[in-house]
């Protein structure tokens, strides 16, 4: 079955960087897109970040877009998450999740999510 | 990239049906036909109920339907459950590979 394991959260301060990973299994990896989704405490959901397929392109919301680096490695059925600029607005659970088919930006699977906290 | 429009709060009672709107621009719902909800149980991962406005994906009751009207998506669910209880996000596609989830509605079943 599908399944995405996320790791690497935690506290870290402002201005600071953390690298989220999420492993996949139970599917294809290499021929889906990819997403990370991030629900701040006590927020929504928010789409954070898009890679296509190959890895060959990324796509970011504005509010992390220039502060955080999408990429996946299809050897070895990972994604990561590499943050930097932390602002303690990025404060959230981050949850991987896949594509429905390739670039439909429906999430059919999703990680458990990893908090990570942005606090001094 | 600002997010969809949804009431905070909607409420039904067991057996009742229940709508959710989602407002958007005609740089979101409105462009385009990607539109999906999802169900967020607190503690638990969402989980898809629509997309393409309208599909189910397999497992999902046929109480949940979804609908769109220009700029604004919809959400029914029929027959009223008590686990239908919670929150209740949509989320569309925004062009240049981007998204868009709406701000979340939070269902009680009464």
């Known amino acids: 079955q599908v399944k995405l394991v996320e790791s690497g959260g935690g506290v870290v301060q402002p201005g600071g960087s953390l690298r989220l990973s999420c492993a996949a299994s139970g599917f294809t990896f290499r021929s889906y897109g990819m997403h990370w989704v991030r629900q701040a405490p006590g927020k929504g959901l928010e789409w954070v970040a898009f890679i296509r397929y190959d890895g060959g392109n990324h796509y970011y919301s504005d509010s992390v877009k220039g502060r955080f680096t999408m990429s996946r490695d299809n050897s070895r059925n990972t994604l990561s998450l590499q943050m930097s600029s932390l602002r303690a607005e990025d404060t959230a659970v981050y949850y991987c999740a896949k594509d429905l088919v390739g670039a439909t930006f429906y999430f059919d699977f999703w990680g458990q999510g990893m908090l990570v906290t942005v606090s001094s | 990239q600002s997010a969809l429009t949804q009431p905070r709060s909607v409420s039904g009672s067991p057996g009742q049906s229940v709508t959710i709107s989602c407002t958007g621009t005609?740089?979101?719902?409105?462009?385009?036909?990607?539109v999906s909800w999802y169900q967020h149980h607190p503690g638990k991962v969402p989980k898809l109920m629509i997309y393409d406005v309208s599909k189910r994906p397999s497992g999902v009751p046929d109480r949940f339907s979804g609908s769109k009207s220009g700029n604004t998506a919809s959400l029914t669910i029929s027959g009223l459950h008590t686990e239908d209880e919670a929150d209740y996000y949509c989320c569309s596609y925004a062009g240049d590979y981007t998204g868009v989830f709406g701000g979340g509605t939070k269902l009680t079943v009464l």
């Open positions: 005609s740089s979101d719902v409105g462009g385009f036909n990607y």
